[in-house]
């Protein structure tokens, strides 16, 4: 048996959101226990891109993606992947999502990212400062940069398309790219660039500085693997490999993790899936960008970090089963070669793997079911970091049994 105490809320997940949601729960005087069978900020949150994105108001897809389906399929180092091997089981989300590429459910799904888009940036830097450490987050906004001429017509649609969701952005040309990041390569036409945005200089030391408060704030961590539960009269049972832990209410922001947990306590199937993200640190490369930079024709995207230069970026359909392919990896490094005067040093550097949590309409599940005996919060796909405090501040409306219009979009009900 887990000695738990009086738990009003057993959090499951302590990644960037669960750990948020746990600090913000302790806060408003819940008695909380965090769960996860790593470490705090072990999983997906430890590798992201720590880029606060806030300007990506669209869906992981649109209509595009049929174009590029039969290269998807065929190279294995292309930015877009699925595993042959995973396709039977992925094809009835692939379903769910082209579904969700009609006009109507895809401007839901634009104006559901939007809205928790919109309060992120705020939501972070109350945040960070409530702890003390609002140096881990620098609002230097954001570079999209294009190389090839051709590419410029994309470019100017995209700003208008942001334009008209209310992002700012400015268009940058060539000279001021040079002006602003005199590294990159002179042969760069231009770019766009987000005011409004920012990166995290070390996104595993924000969950833990995150933790530590928490913990001071009276949270409780137990390191355990929660293989299932029961809802009763009295709140939650959960079962783990540690014993049962009993709670109120339960918290499920288990990440690409919480479809199991989710279904046996509530009994709705949820069509999550993972995006497998990579990345490769450069230890040796702390000067190279004054901000994060993203590349339109390479599509990846480069952050100055404490420990280095971090390059982040692809997307692969495997599951959650197959293990890592890391020469993925080492692709971000040859896809880096020619947006620099000087090509990066790979001394020292090491690749990574994890799991971003995605449901077919690219919006997350933030939600209040059962009677209140679980709260959800889950798929944030390639944004969780960036609504994560924004998600713990809707989170701790939920478990003061508040709610609103705008949280309708994000309903478990809605599967």
Not at 384 to 390: E, I
Request: hydrophobic letters at 40%; aromatic letters at 8%.
């Amino acid at each position: 048996m887990v000695e738990t105490a009086e738990t009003d809320i057993a959090v499951v997940g302590a990644g960037i959101v669960g750990v948020a949601c746990a600090l913000q729960l302790a806060r408003q005087g819940r008695r909380v226990t965090l769960v996860d069978r790593q470490a705090p900020g072990q999983g997906a949150s430890y590798g992201n891109a720590g880029h606060l994105a806030t300007e990506q108001v669209f869906p992981i897809a649109d209509l595009s993606i049929l174009k590029r389906l039969p290269r998807m399929l065929l190279d294995p180092m292309g930015p877009l992947r699925l595993d042959w091997k995973y396709l039977p089981k992925a094809m009835p989300w692939f379903t769910r999502l082209l579904l969700n590429l009609r006009p109507g459910p895809f401007q839901r799904s634009v104006a559901g990212i939007r809205t928790l888009n919109e309060g992120s940036l705020g939501a972070w830097q109350r945040l960070l400062g409530s702890i003390g450490r609002s140096e881990l987050f620098q609002e230097d906004g954001s570079l999209l940069v294009f190389e090839r001429p051709e590419s410029r017509q994309a470019l100017e649609a995209l700003r208008a398309r942001m334009q008209q969701q209310a992002v700012p952005v400015d268009f940058w040309s060539a000279d001021t790219v040079r002006e602003a990041a005199p590294q990159l390569s002179p042969s760069l036409q231009g770019g766009l660039f987000f005011p409004r945005t920012g990166h995290f200089i070390d996104p595993y030391r924000v969950v833990c500085e995150l933790f530590e408060a928490a913990k001071a704030s009276g949270v409780r961590f137990v390191q355990a693997q929660v293989d299932g539960g029961r809802l009763h009269s009295d709140g939650v049972s959960l079962a783990s490999d540690q014993g049962t832990l009993e709670a109120r209410q339960v918290l499920i922001s288990c990440g690409a993790h919480s479809a199991r947990l989710t279904g046996v306590l509530t009994g709705k199937q949820v069509p999550l899936d993972t995006e497998r993200g990579y990345h490769l640190m450069l230890p040796g490369e702390h000067q190279r960008l004054p901000f994060a930079v993203t590349s339109l024709e390479r599509k990846f995207i480069m952050t100055p970090m404490a420990e280095g230069l971090r390059l982040a970026g692809t997307v692969e359909f495997a599951g959650l089963d197959a293990p890592p392919s890391m020469q993925r990896a080492w692709q971000l490094h040859r896809l880096s070669k020619g947006l620099f005067r000087r090509d990066l040093s790979v001394e020292g550097a090491t690749p990574w793997m994890g799991f971003r949590p995605s449901l077919p309409d690219s919006l997350p599940v933030i939600d209040r079911v059962c009677n209140g005996r679980v709260l959800l919060a889950f798929g944030h796909q390639h944004l969780g970091l960036t609504q994560a405090a924004v998600t713990a501040e809707w989170v701790g409306r939920l478990a003061d049994r508040e709610s609103g219009a705008d949280m309708a979009a994000y309903r478990l009900d809605r599967f």
